[in-house]
């Protein structure tokens, strides 16, 4: 985890008092004060993400053959839900967090009117099957739904701490009938949680952006005094953490994907991961909870330059944040395909992020845009599925997917231009995937090929035009 941070460290990283602790937390890279932060520098600083700790060795990758699907899974489907969607108009736990640089803008409410969403939080239209199935015919071949956010708000009967659907809802379990409905369509099942819990350390924590100016902010957003966090009340923590993965781990049969997203102190110690593959000995687990694991996770963004491991980029595909908005304005599917093709290239997963309602239903439209993604998929999925990683931007102008003698190149539907593949050998031919149309191309300097092909005739989410030689 890299050196211990002292108090300091700890203050300027932005990392909320009581909320990890310091020992044992390696520092987060923030951009100094007063420098642009993104969300996700934002966030990650608040919970305690940090930079791969790429000294450490003391992390061994899976080499287990059950594990081995991750590497060309290619898409996902992130799931985002909790008590915030009663609401509609704040994302999933930020939205109690006053002055956050990257969203100066957002409606936000105290953390105590967040917490008593969850007396109106009833997700009586809840059918995970339907979500599924919709992801499984858009090339979906895994899921990860939120178990608990940083809210604190068990999405299972906890026998650990006080904030779940043991203390509300009856004590309904909405993590099973998402396990059973994976299994169902024959998905990898994930589940994410998050360590830090603000709904324990309220009196440990300011609600208060740590880099904003002013005093802590207490659970109304009232200025606060912050009490210490003492030895008991962080083993408390430790055992509410440790109980929580073992009950997701223990509870519900076979776990592919373990998502953590934040740490806390002695977070090595008390989820060793020697523990958590004993439990799940084919688990792939990623590196938010001891800044190393099986896969790196850029979010919001896609790499610079293509890793030399396994690697997922997590993306909403909602307009707004993780969490769900009334205004249910999703991106074209153009827009995840283009995301995707781009992930393909390098050998990546795209874990693309929905947010169900209140009530467990999914909007129509977004319905409709995954029924475009499965049409896509139908004629397009070999492109995705079946192909290795393509020489990009190193040998074409755009991103490309190989399978023995063909690739596999993929055109925006608004891009004009020509496309340009270089270092290469005359092909015998160049068509459009989907209609075997022929494609326009000339082959110059003896390895340099330039195809034209034709916008109208092109899908009009993703053209792929397939360059064959013999």
């Not at 993965?245 to 989820?271: C, H, K, Q």
């Not at 595909?317 to 153009?334: D, F, L, V």
Request: glycine share 10%; charged share 20%; proline share 8%.
């Amino acid at each position: 985890m890299g050196n211990p941070m002292n108090r300091r460290e700890f203050l300027e990283a932005g990392l909320s008092a009581g909320l990890l602790g310091v020992t044992g937390c390696a520092a987060a890279r923030v951009k100094p004060a007063g420098g642009a932060l993104s969300t996700a520098e934002g966030q990650h600083a608040q919970i305690g993400v940090t930079e791969p700790a790429k000294a450490d060795t003391w992390f061994v990758r899976t080499t287990h053959p059950e594990a081995q699907w991750f590497a060309k899974a290619r898409l996902g489907l992130f799931i985002h839900w909790g008590i915030s969607s009663v609401h509609g108009g704040i994302d999933i736990s930020w939205g109690m967090i006053k002055d956050t640089p990257w969203d100066t803008k957002g409606i936000r409410v105290t953390p105590n009117q967040y917490w008593a969403l969850a007396d109106r939080f009833n997700p009586d239209k809840y059918d995970p099957r339907k979500w599924l199935a919709a992801a499984k015919a858009m090339g979906c071949r895994y899921a990860v739904l939120t178990t608990r956010h940083h809210d604190g708000y068990a999405m299972w009967p906890s026998r650990y701490g006080n904030f779940s659907t043991r203390t509300h809802l009856g004590g309904r379990d909405l993590i099973r009938p998402y396990v059973e409905a994976c299994r169902a369509e024959s998905l990898k099942v994930g589940l994410y949680f998050s360590p830090p819990d603000w709904h324990y350390a309220r009196r440990h924590m300011s609600f208060r952006y740590a880099r904003a100016e002013g005093p802590p902010l207490g659970p109304d957003h009232q200025p606060t005094k912050l009490l210490p966090s003492t030895p008991e009340y962080i083993a408390e923590q430790q055992r509410q953490v440790r109980g929580q993965v073992e009950e997701l781990l223990t509870n519900y049969g076979r776990i592919d994907v373990m998502w953590f997203d934040g740490s806390f102190p002695g977070a090595r110690e008390v989820i060793p991961v020697e523990w958590v593959r004993k439990l799940q000995p084919q688990i792939v687990i990623n590196p938010r909870l001891w800044s190393v694991g099986d896969f790196e996770t850029p979010e919001c963004k896609m790499p610079q330059q293509r890793p030399a491991g396994w690697w997922e980029t997590c993306q909403i595909w909602q307009n707004g944040g993780w969490g769900y908005s009334s205004r249910e304005q999703y991106r074209p599917t153009a827009w995840v395909l283009d995301l995707l093709a781009r992930t393909a290239t390098w050998g990546g997963n795209l874990l693309i992020n929905i947010s169900p309602r209140p009530d467990g239903s999914l909007p129509d439209s977004l319905y409709a845009k995954m029924a475009e993604g499965a049409a896509w998929m139908k004629t397009h999925g070999q492109a995705i599925f079946d192909a290795d990683p393509g020489p990009y931007p190193e040998q074409c102008s755009h991103p490309v997917t190989v399978d023995g003698k063909k690739w596999y190149v993929f055109v925006p539907p608004e891009y004009t231009g020509a496309v340009t593949l270089k270092n290469v050998s005359r092909p015998a031919s160049a068509t459009l995937m989907g209609n075997g149309q022929s494609v326009a191309m000339a082959f110059a300097d003896d390895d340099t090929l330039t195809i034209l092909p034709a916008t109208p005739h092109r899908d009009k989410h993703m053209g792929v035009v397939v360059v064959q030689w013999s």
